[in-house]
């Protein structure tokens, strides 16, 4: 195995190329930076980071994927909603409240300003 650059970052690749064609991720790369917040899926383990789609454009996933197929386009932020306890919230920026955290539960969808 060789560890190699491409577009969407470091991957490892396997060194005899025409008869073995396996590659592997390497955590997103130098694209995947990290969030602080830990997954808030049920018996994982890893950690949100911040990735970049084909197109460019950013999302946060578990650095766990393919085993975690946790993604959000909104940074997630370590915070507990005091409304519903939901584990993470999310931040968001607009014209009219400027940055808030907002929980990402439906049902909730409680806006507090950050610190």
């Known amino acids: 195995m060789v560890i190699k ?3 969407y970052g470091d991957f490892i690749a396997c060194t005899g190329y025409p008869d073995c064609k396996h590659t592997e991720s ?3 790369g130098p694209n995947a930076k990290s969030t602080g917040v830990a997954c808030p899926e049920k018996g994982c383990d890893g950690e949100v980071v911040e990735k970049s789609s084909k197109r460019g ?4 996933g ?4 393919p085993k975690c197929d946790f993604a959000t386009w909104d940074r997630p932020v370590d915070r507990k909603c005091p409304a ?3 584990a993470y919230m999310v931040e ?3 014209k009219r409240d400027g940055t ?5 539960n439906r049902e909730c969808r409680n806006k507090v ?3």
């Open 57 to 60: 454009k950013i999302f946060y």
């Open 26 to 28: 390497l955590n997103g």
């Open 100 to 104: 808030m955290h907002i929980c990402p």
């Open 113 to 115: 300003e950050p610190d």
């Open 92 to 94: 968001k920026t607009t």
């Open 62 to 65: 578990c650095n766990r994927y």
């Open 5 to 7: 650059r491409g577009r």
């Open 84 to 86: 519903c306890g939901n």
